[in-house]
């Protein structure tokens, strides 16, 4: 009760009126005018700077980016990016077909069984090796047609089952 009773003693003593007559001298003293003149000098500095973009040139550089992408040229850069793509999809259905192909070959010949899963690889040189065993040169020369240059390896994990790797 006593620090209340403070409190209201000091509030008693502020004098409300001098605080309001101080604020009033205060806020004459803010110059609206100049306030005014340096928010217009600012809009004027944007104005300037907006004049100063040069439509015409960049008008001129998108026409010249839009002949680019119509220009023979770009088209031709095009044209040969979907050919060398339509060529590598080529080449891998090619390489996926030849490697069903061998497997079917082997799976027939019962050195496989695509059922358990399996493991092939051709080291470089071209010896062959299924499931890790190193086959007969008679073997090897057999299936010398799916050697690839630098050997390659192929892990299944069997029929039904998801997973391939190449290695």
């Known amino acids: ?7 209201q003693e000091a509030l ?12 009033q001298e205060n ?4 110059d609206l005018d100049k306030i005014k003149l340096e928010v217009d000098k600012s809009v004027k500095d944007a104005q300037e700077q907006i004049k100063n973009i040069d439509m015409d040139k960049m008008k001129l550089q998108m026409q010249e980016l839009q002949n680019k992408f119509n220009s023979e040229e770009f088209k031709k850069q095009i ?3 979907m050919k060398d793509a339509k060529e590598s999809i080529e080449k891998a259905k090619k390489n996926l077909q030849d490697i069903k192909d061998f497997t079917d070959q082997l799976q027939k010949d019962g050195l496989i069984d695509k059922k358990k899963g399996y493991s092939i690889e051709w080291k470089n040189g071209g010896q062959l090796y299924i499931n890790g065993k190193k086959q007969p040169k008679e073997i090897s020369d057999k299936y010398k047609k799916y050697y690839k240059k630098d050997g390659w390896r192929i892990e299944m994990n069997g029929e039904g089952k998801n997973g391939a790797e190449f290695l």
Not at 12 to 23: F, G, L, P, Q, T
Not at 27 to 30: A, E, G, R
């Open 12 to 23: 008693a003593n502020v004098d409300m009126e001098k605080i309001n007559n101080e604020v």
């Open 79 to 81: 044209e040969n990016a």
């Open 1 to 7: 009760m006593k620090i209340s009773k403070q409190v």
């Open 27 to 30: 806020l004459k003293n803010v």
